[in-house]
């Protein structure tokens, strides 16, 4: 699986968005881009996935680049519950065990 | 999303005894779940795949003898941590993985956290 690249924490203001760099310059064509987050003591939580377009639901956006070497997360307006650990996974979605690797992902603060 | 449950949620024991730990999957089927472990301010490092049926993958470094996993039935994993010591206290993670049209997710329990005396 691709390798990511993440900043290792970012803050944001309360009611603004959030914008999570990821880096994933070896990625392959059949890899898809996975986000997760953890809150403090809590089992990690599913956000979002995309392959090459761009991805939104209830929680967050996915920005992936033309090229795919690159994604950022958007969450559209932070609020202090989403103050946790971000992990960008890339990996294929099939042809594999299944198994998720975590990297050491960006911790994101958000402040009053 | 999909529900995992993971019990217990927290477990403190002596050194030297077992502790089981459950991880069901409430509303599907799970043919594979993951078992993490995780230190203080560290990433989840996977220690071992579960597949129903047959015997569990482990990570390399991890002791197979040491942390037994059972696979038994669709629904639930358990990882028997044998003869704990206090260097195995740590945060537990089980994860189940949804197939089709999920695209391959992951759902999480809400871990377990084991300290050892």
């Known amino acids: 699986d691709a390798k990511t690249t993440q900043p290792p924490s970012m803050d944001c203001a309360e009611g603004r968005a959030a914008n999570l760099p990821c880096n994933h310059s070896?990625?392959?064509?059949?890899?898809?881009v996975y986000w997760y987050r953890q809150i403090h003591s809590q089992g990690p939580q599913y956000i979002i996935h995309?392959?090459?377009n761009n991805e939104t639901n209830e929680m967050a956006s996915l920005i992936i680049t033309e090229d795919r070497k690159s994604s950022t997360l958007i969450l559209p307006h932070a609020t202090l519950r989403d103050t946790a650990v971000y992990y960008c996974?890339?990996?294929?979605?099939?042809?594999?065990?299944?198994?998720?690797?975590f990297g050491q992902g960006t911790t994101l603060q958000v402040k009053p | 999303g999909a529900v995992v449950s993971q019990h217990p949620s927290r477990v403190i024991c002596k050194s030297g005894t077992s502790v089981k730990i459950e991880c069901r999957s409430l509303?599907?089927?799970?043919?594979?779940m993951f078992w993490y472990r995780q230190f203080p301010k560290k990433s989840l490092m996977l220690m071992a795949t579960?597949?129903?049926?047959?015997?569990?993958?482990?990570e390399q470094g991890v002791e197979k003898d040491k942390f037994l996993i059972n696979h038994a039935s669709l629904t639930l994993s358990t990882l028997t941590v044998t003869s704990a010591h206090p260097e195995d206290s740590s945060f537990y993670i089980c994860?189940?993985?949804?197939?089709?049209?999920?695209?391959?997710?992951?759902?999480f329990g809400a871990g377990t956290r084991l300290s050892v005396l």
């Open positions: 995309g392959l090459k």
């Open positions: 996974i890339v990996r294929a979605i099939s042809g594999n065990t299944g198994k998720l690797i």
């Open positions: 509303d599907f089927q799970a043919t594979t």
């Open positions: 579960s597949n129903e049926g047959s015997k569990a993958t482990y």
């Open positions: 070896t990625i392959s064509g059949n890899e898809y």
């Open positions: 994860s189940a993985r949804v197939l089709g049209l999920a695209k391959n997710i992951q759902y």
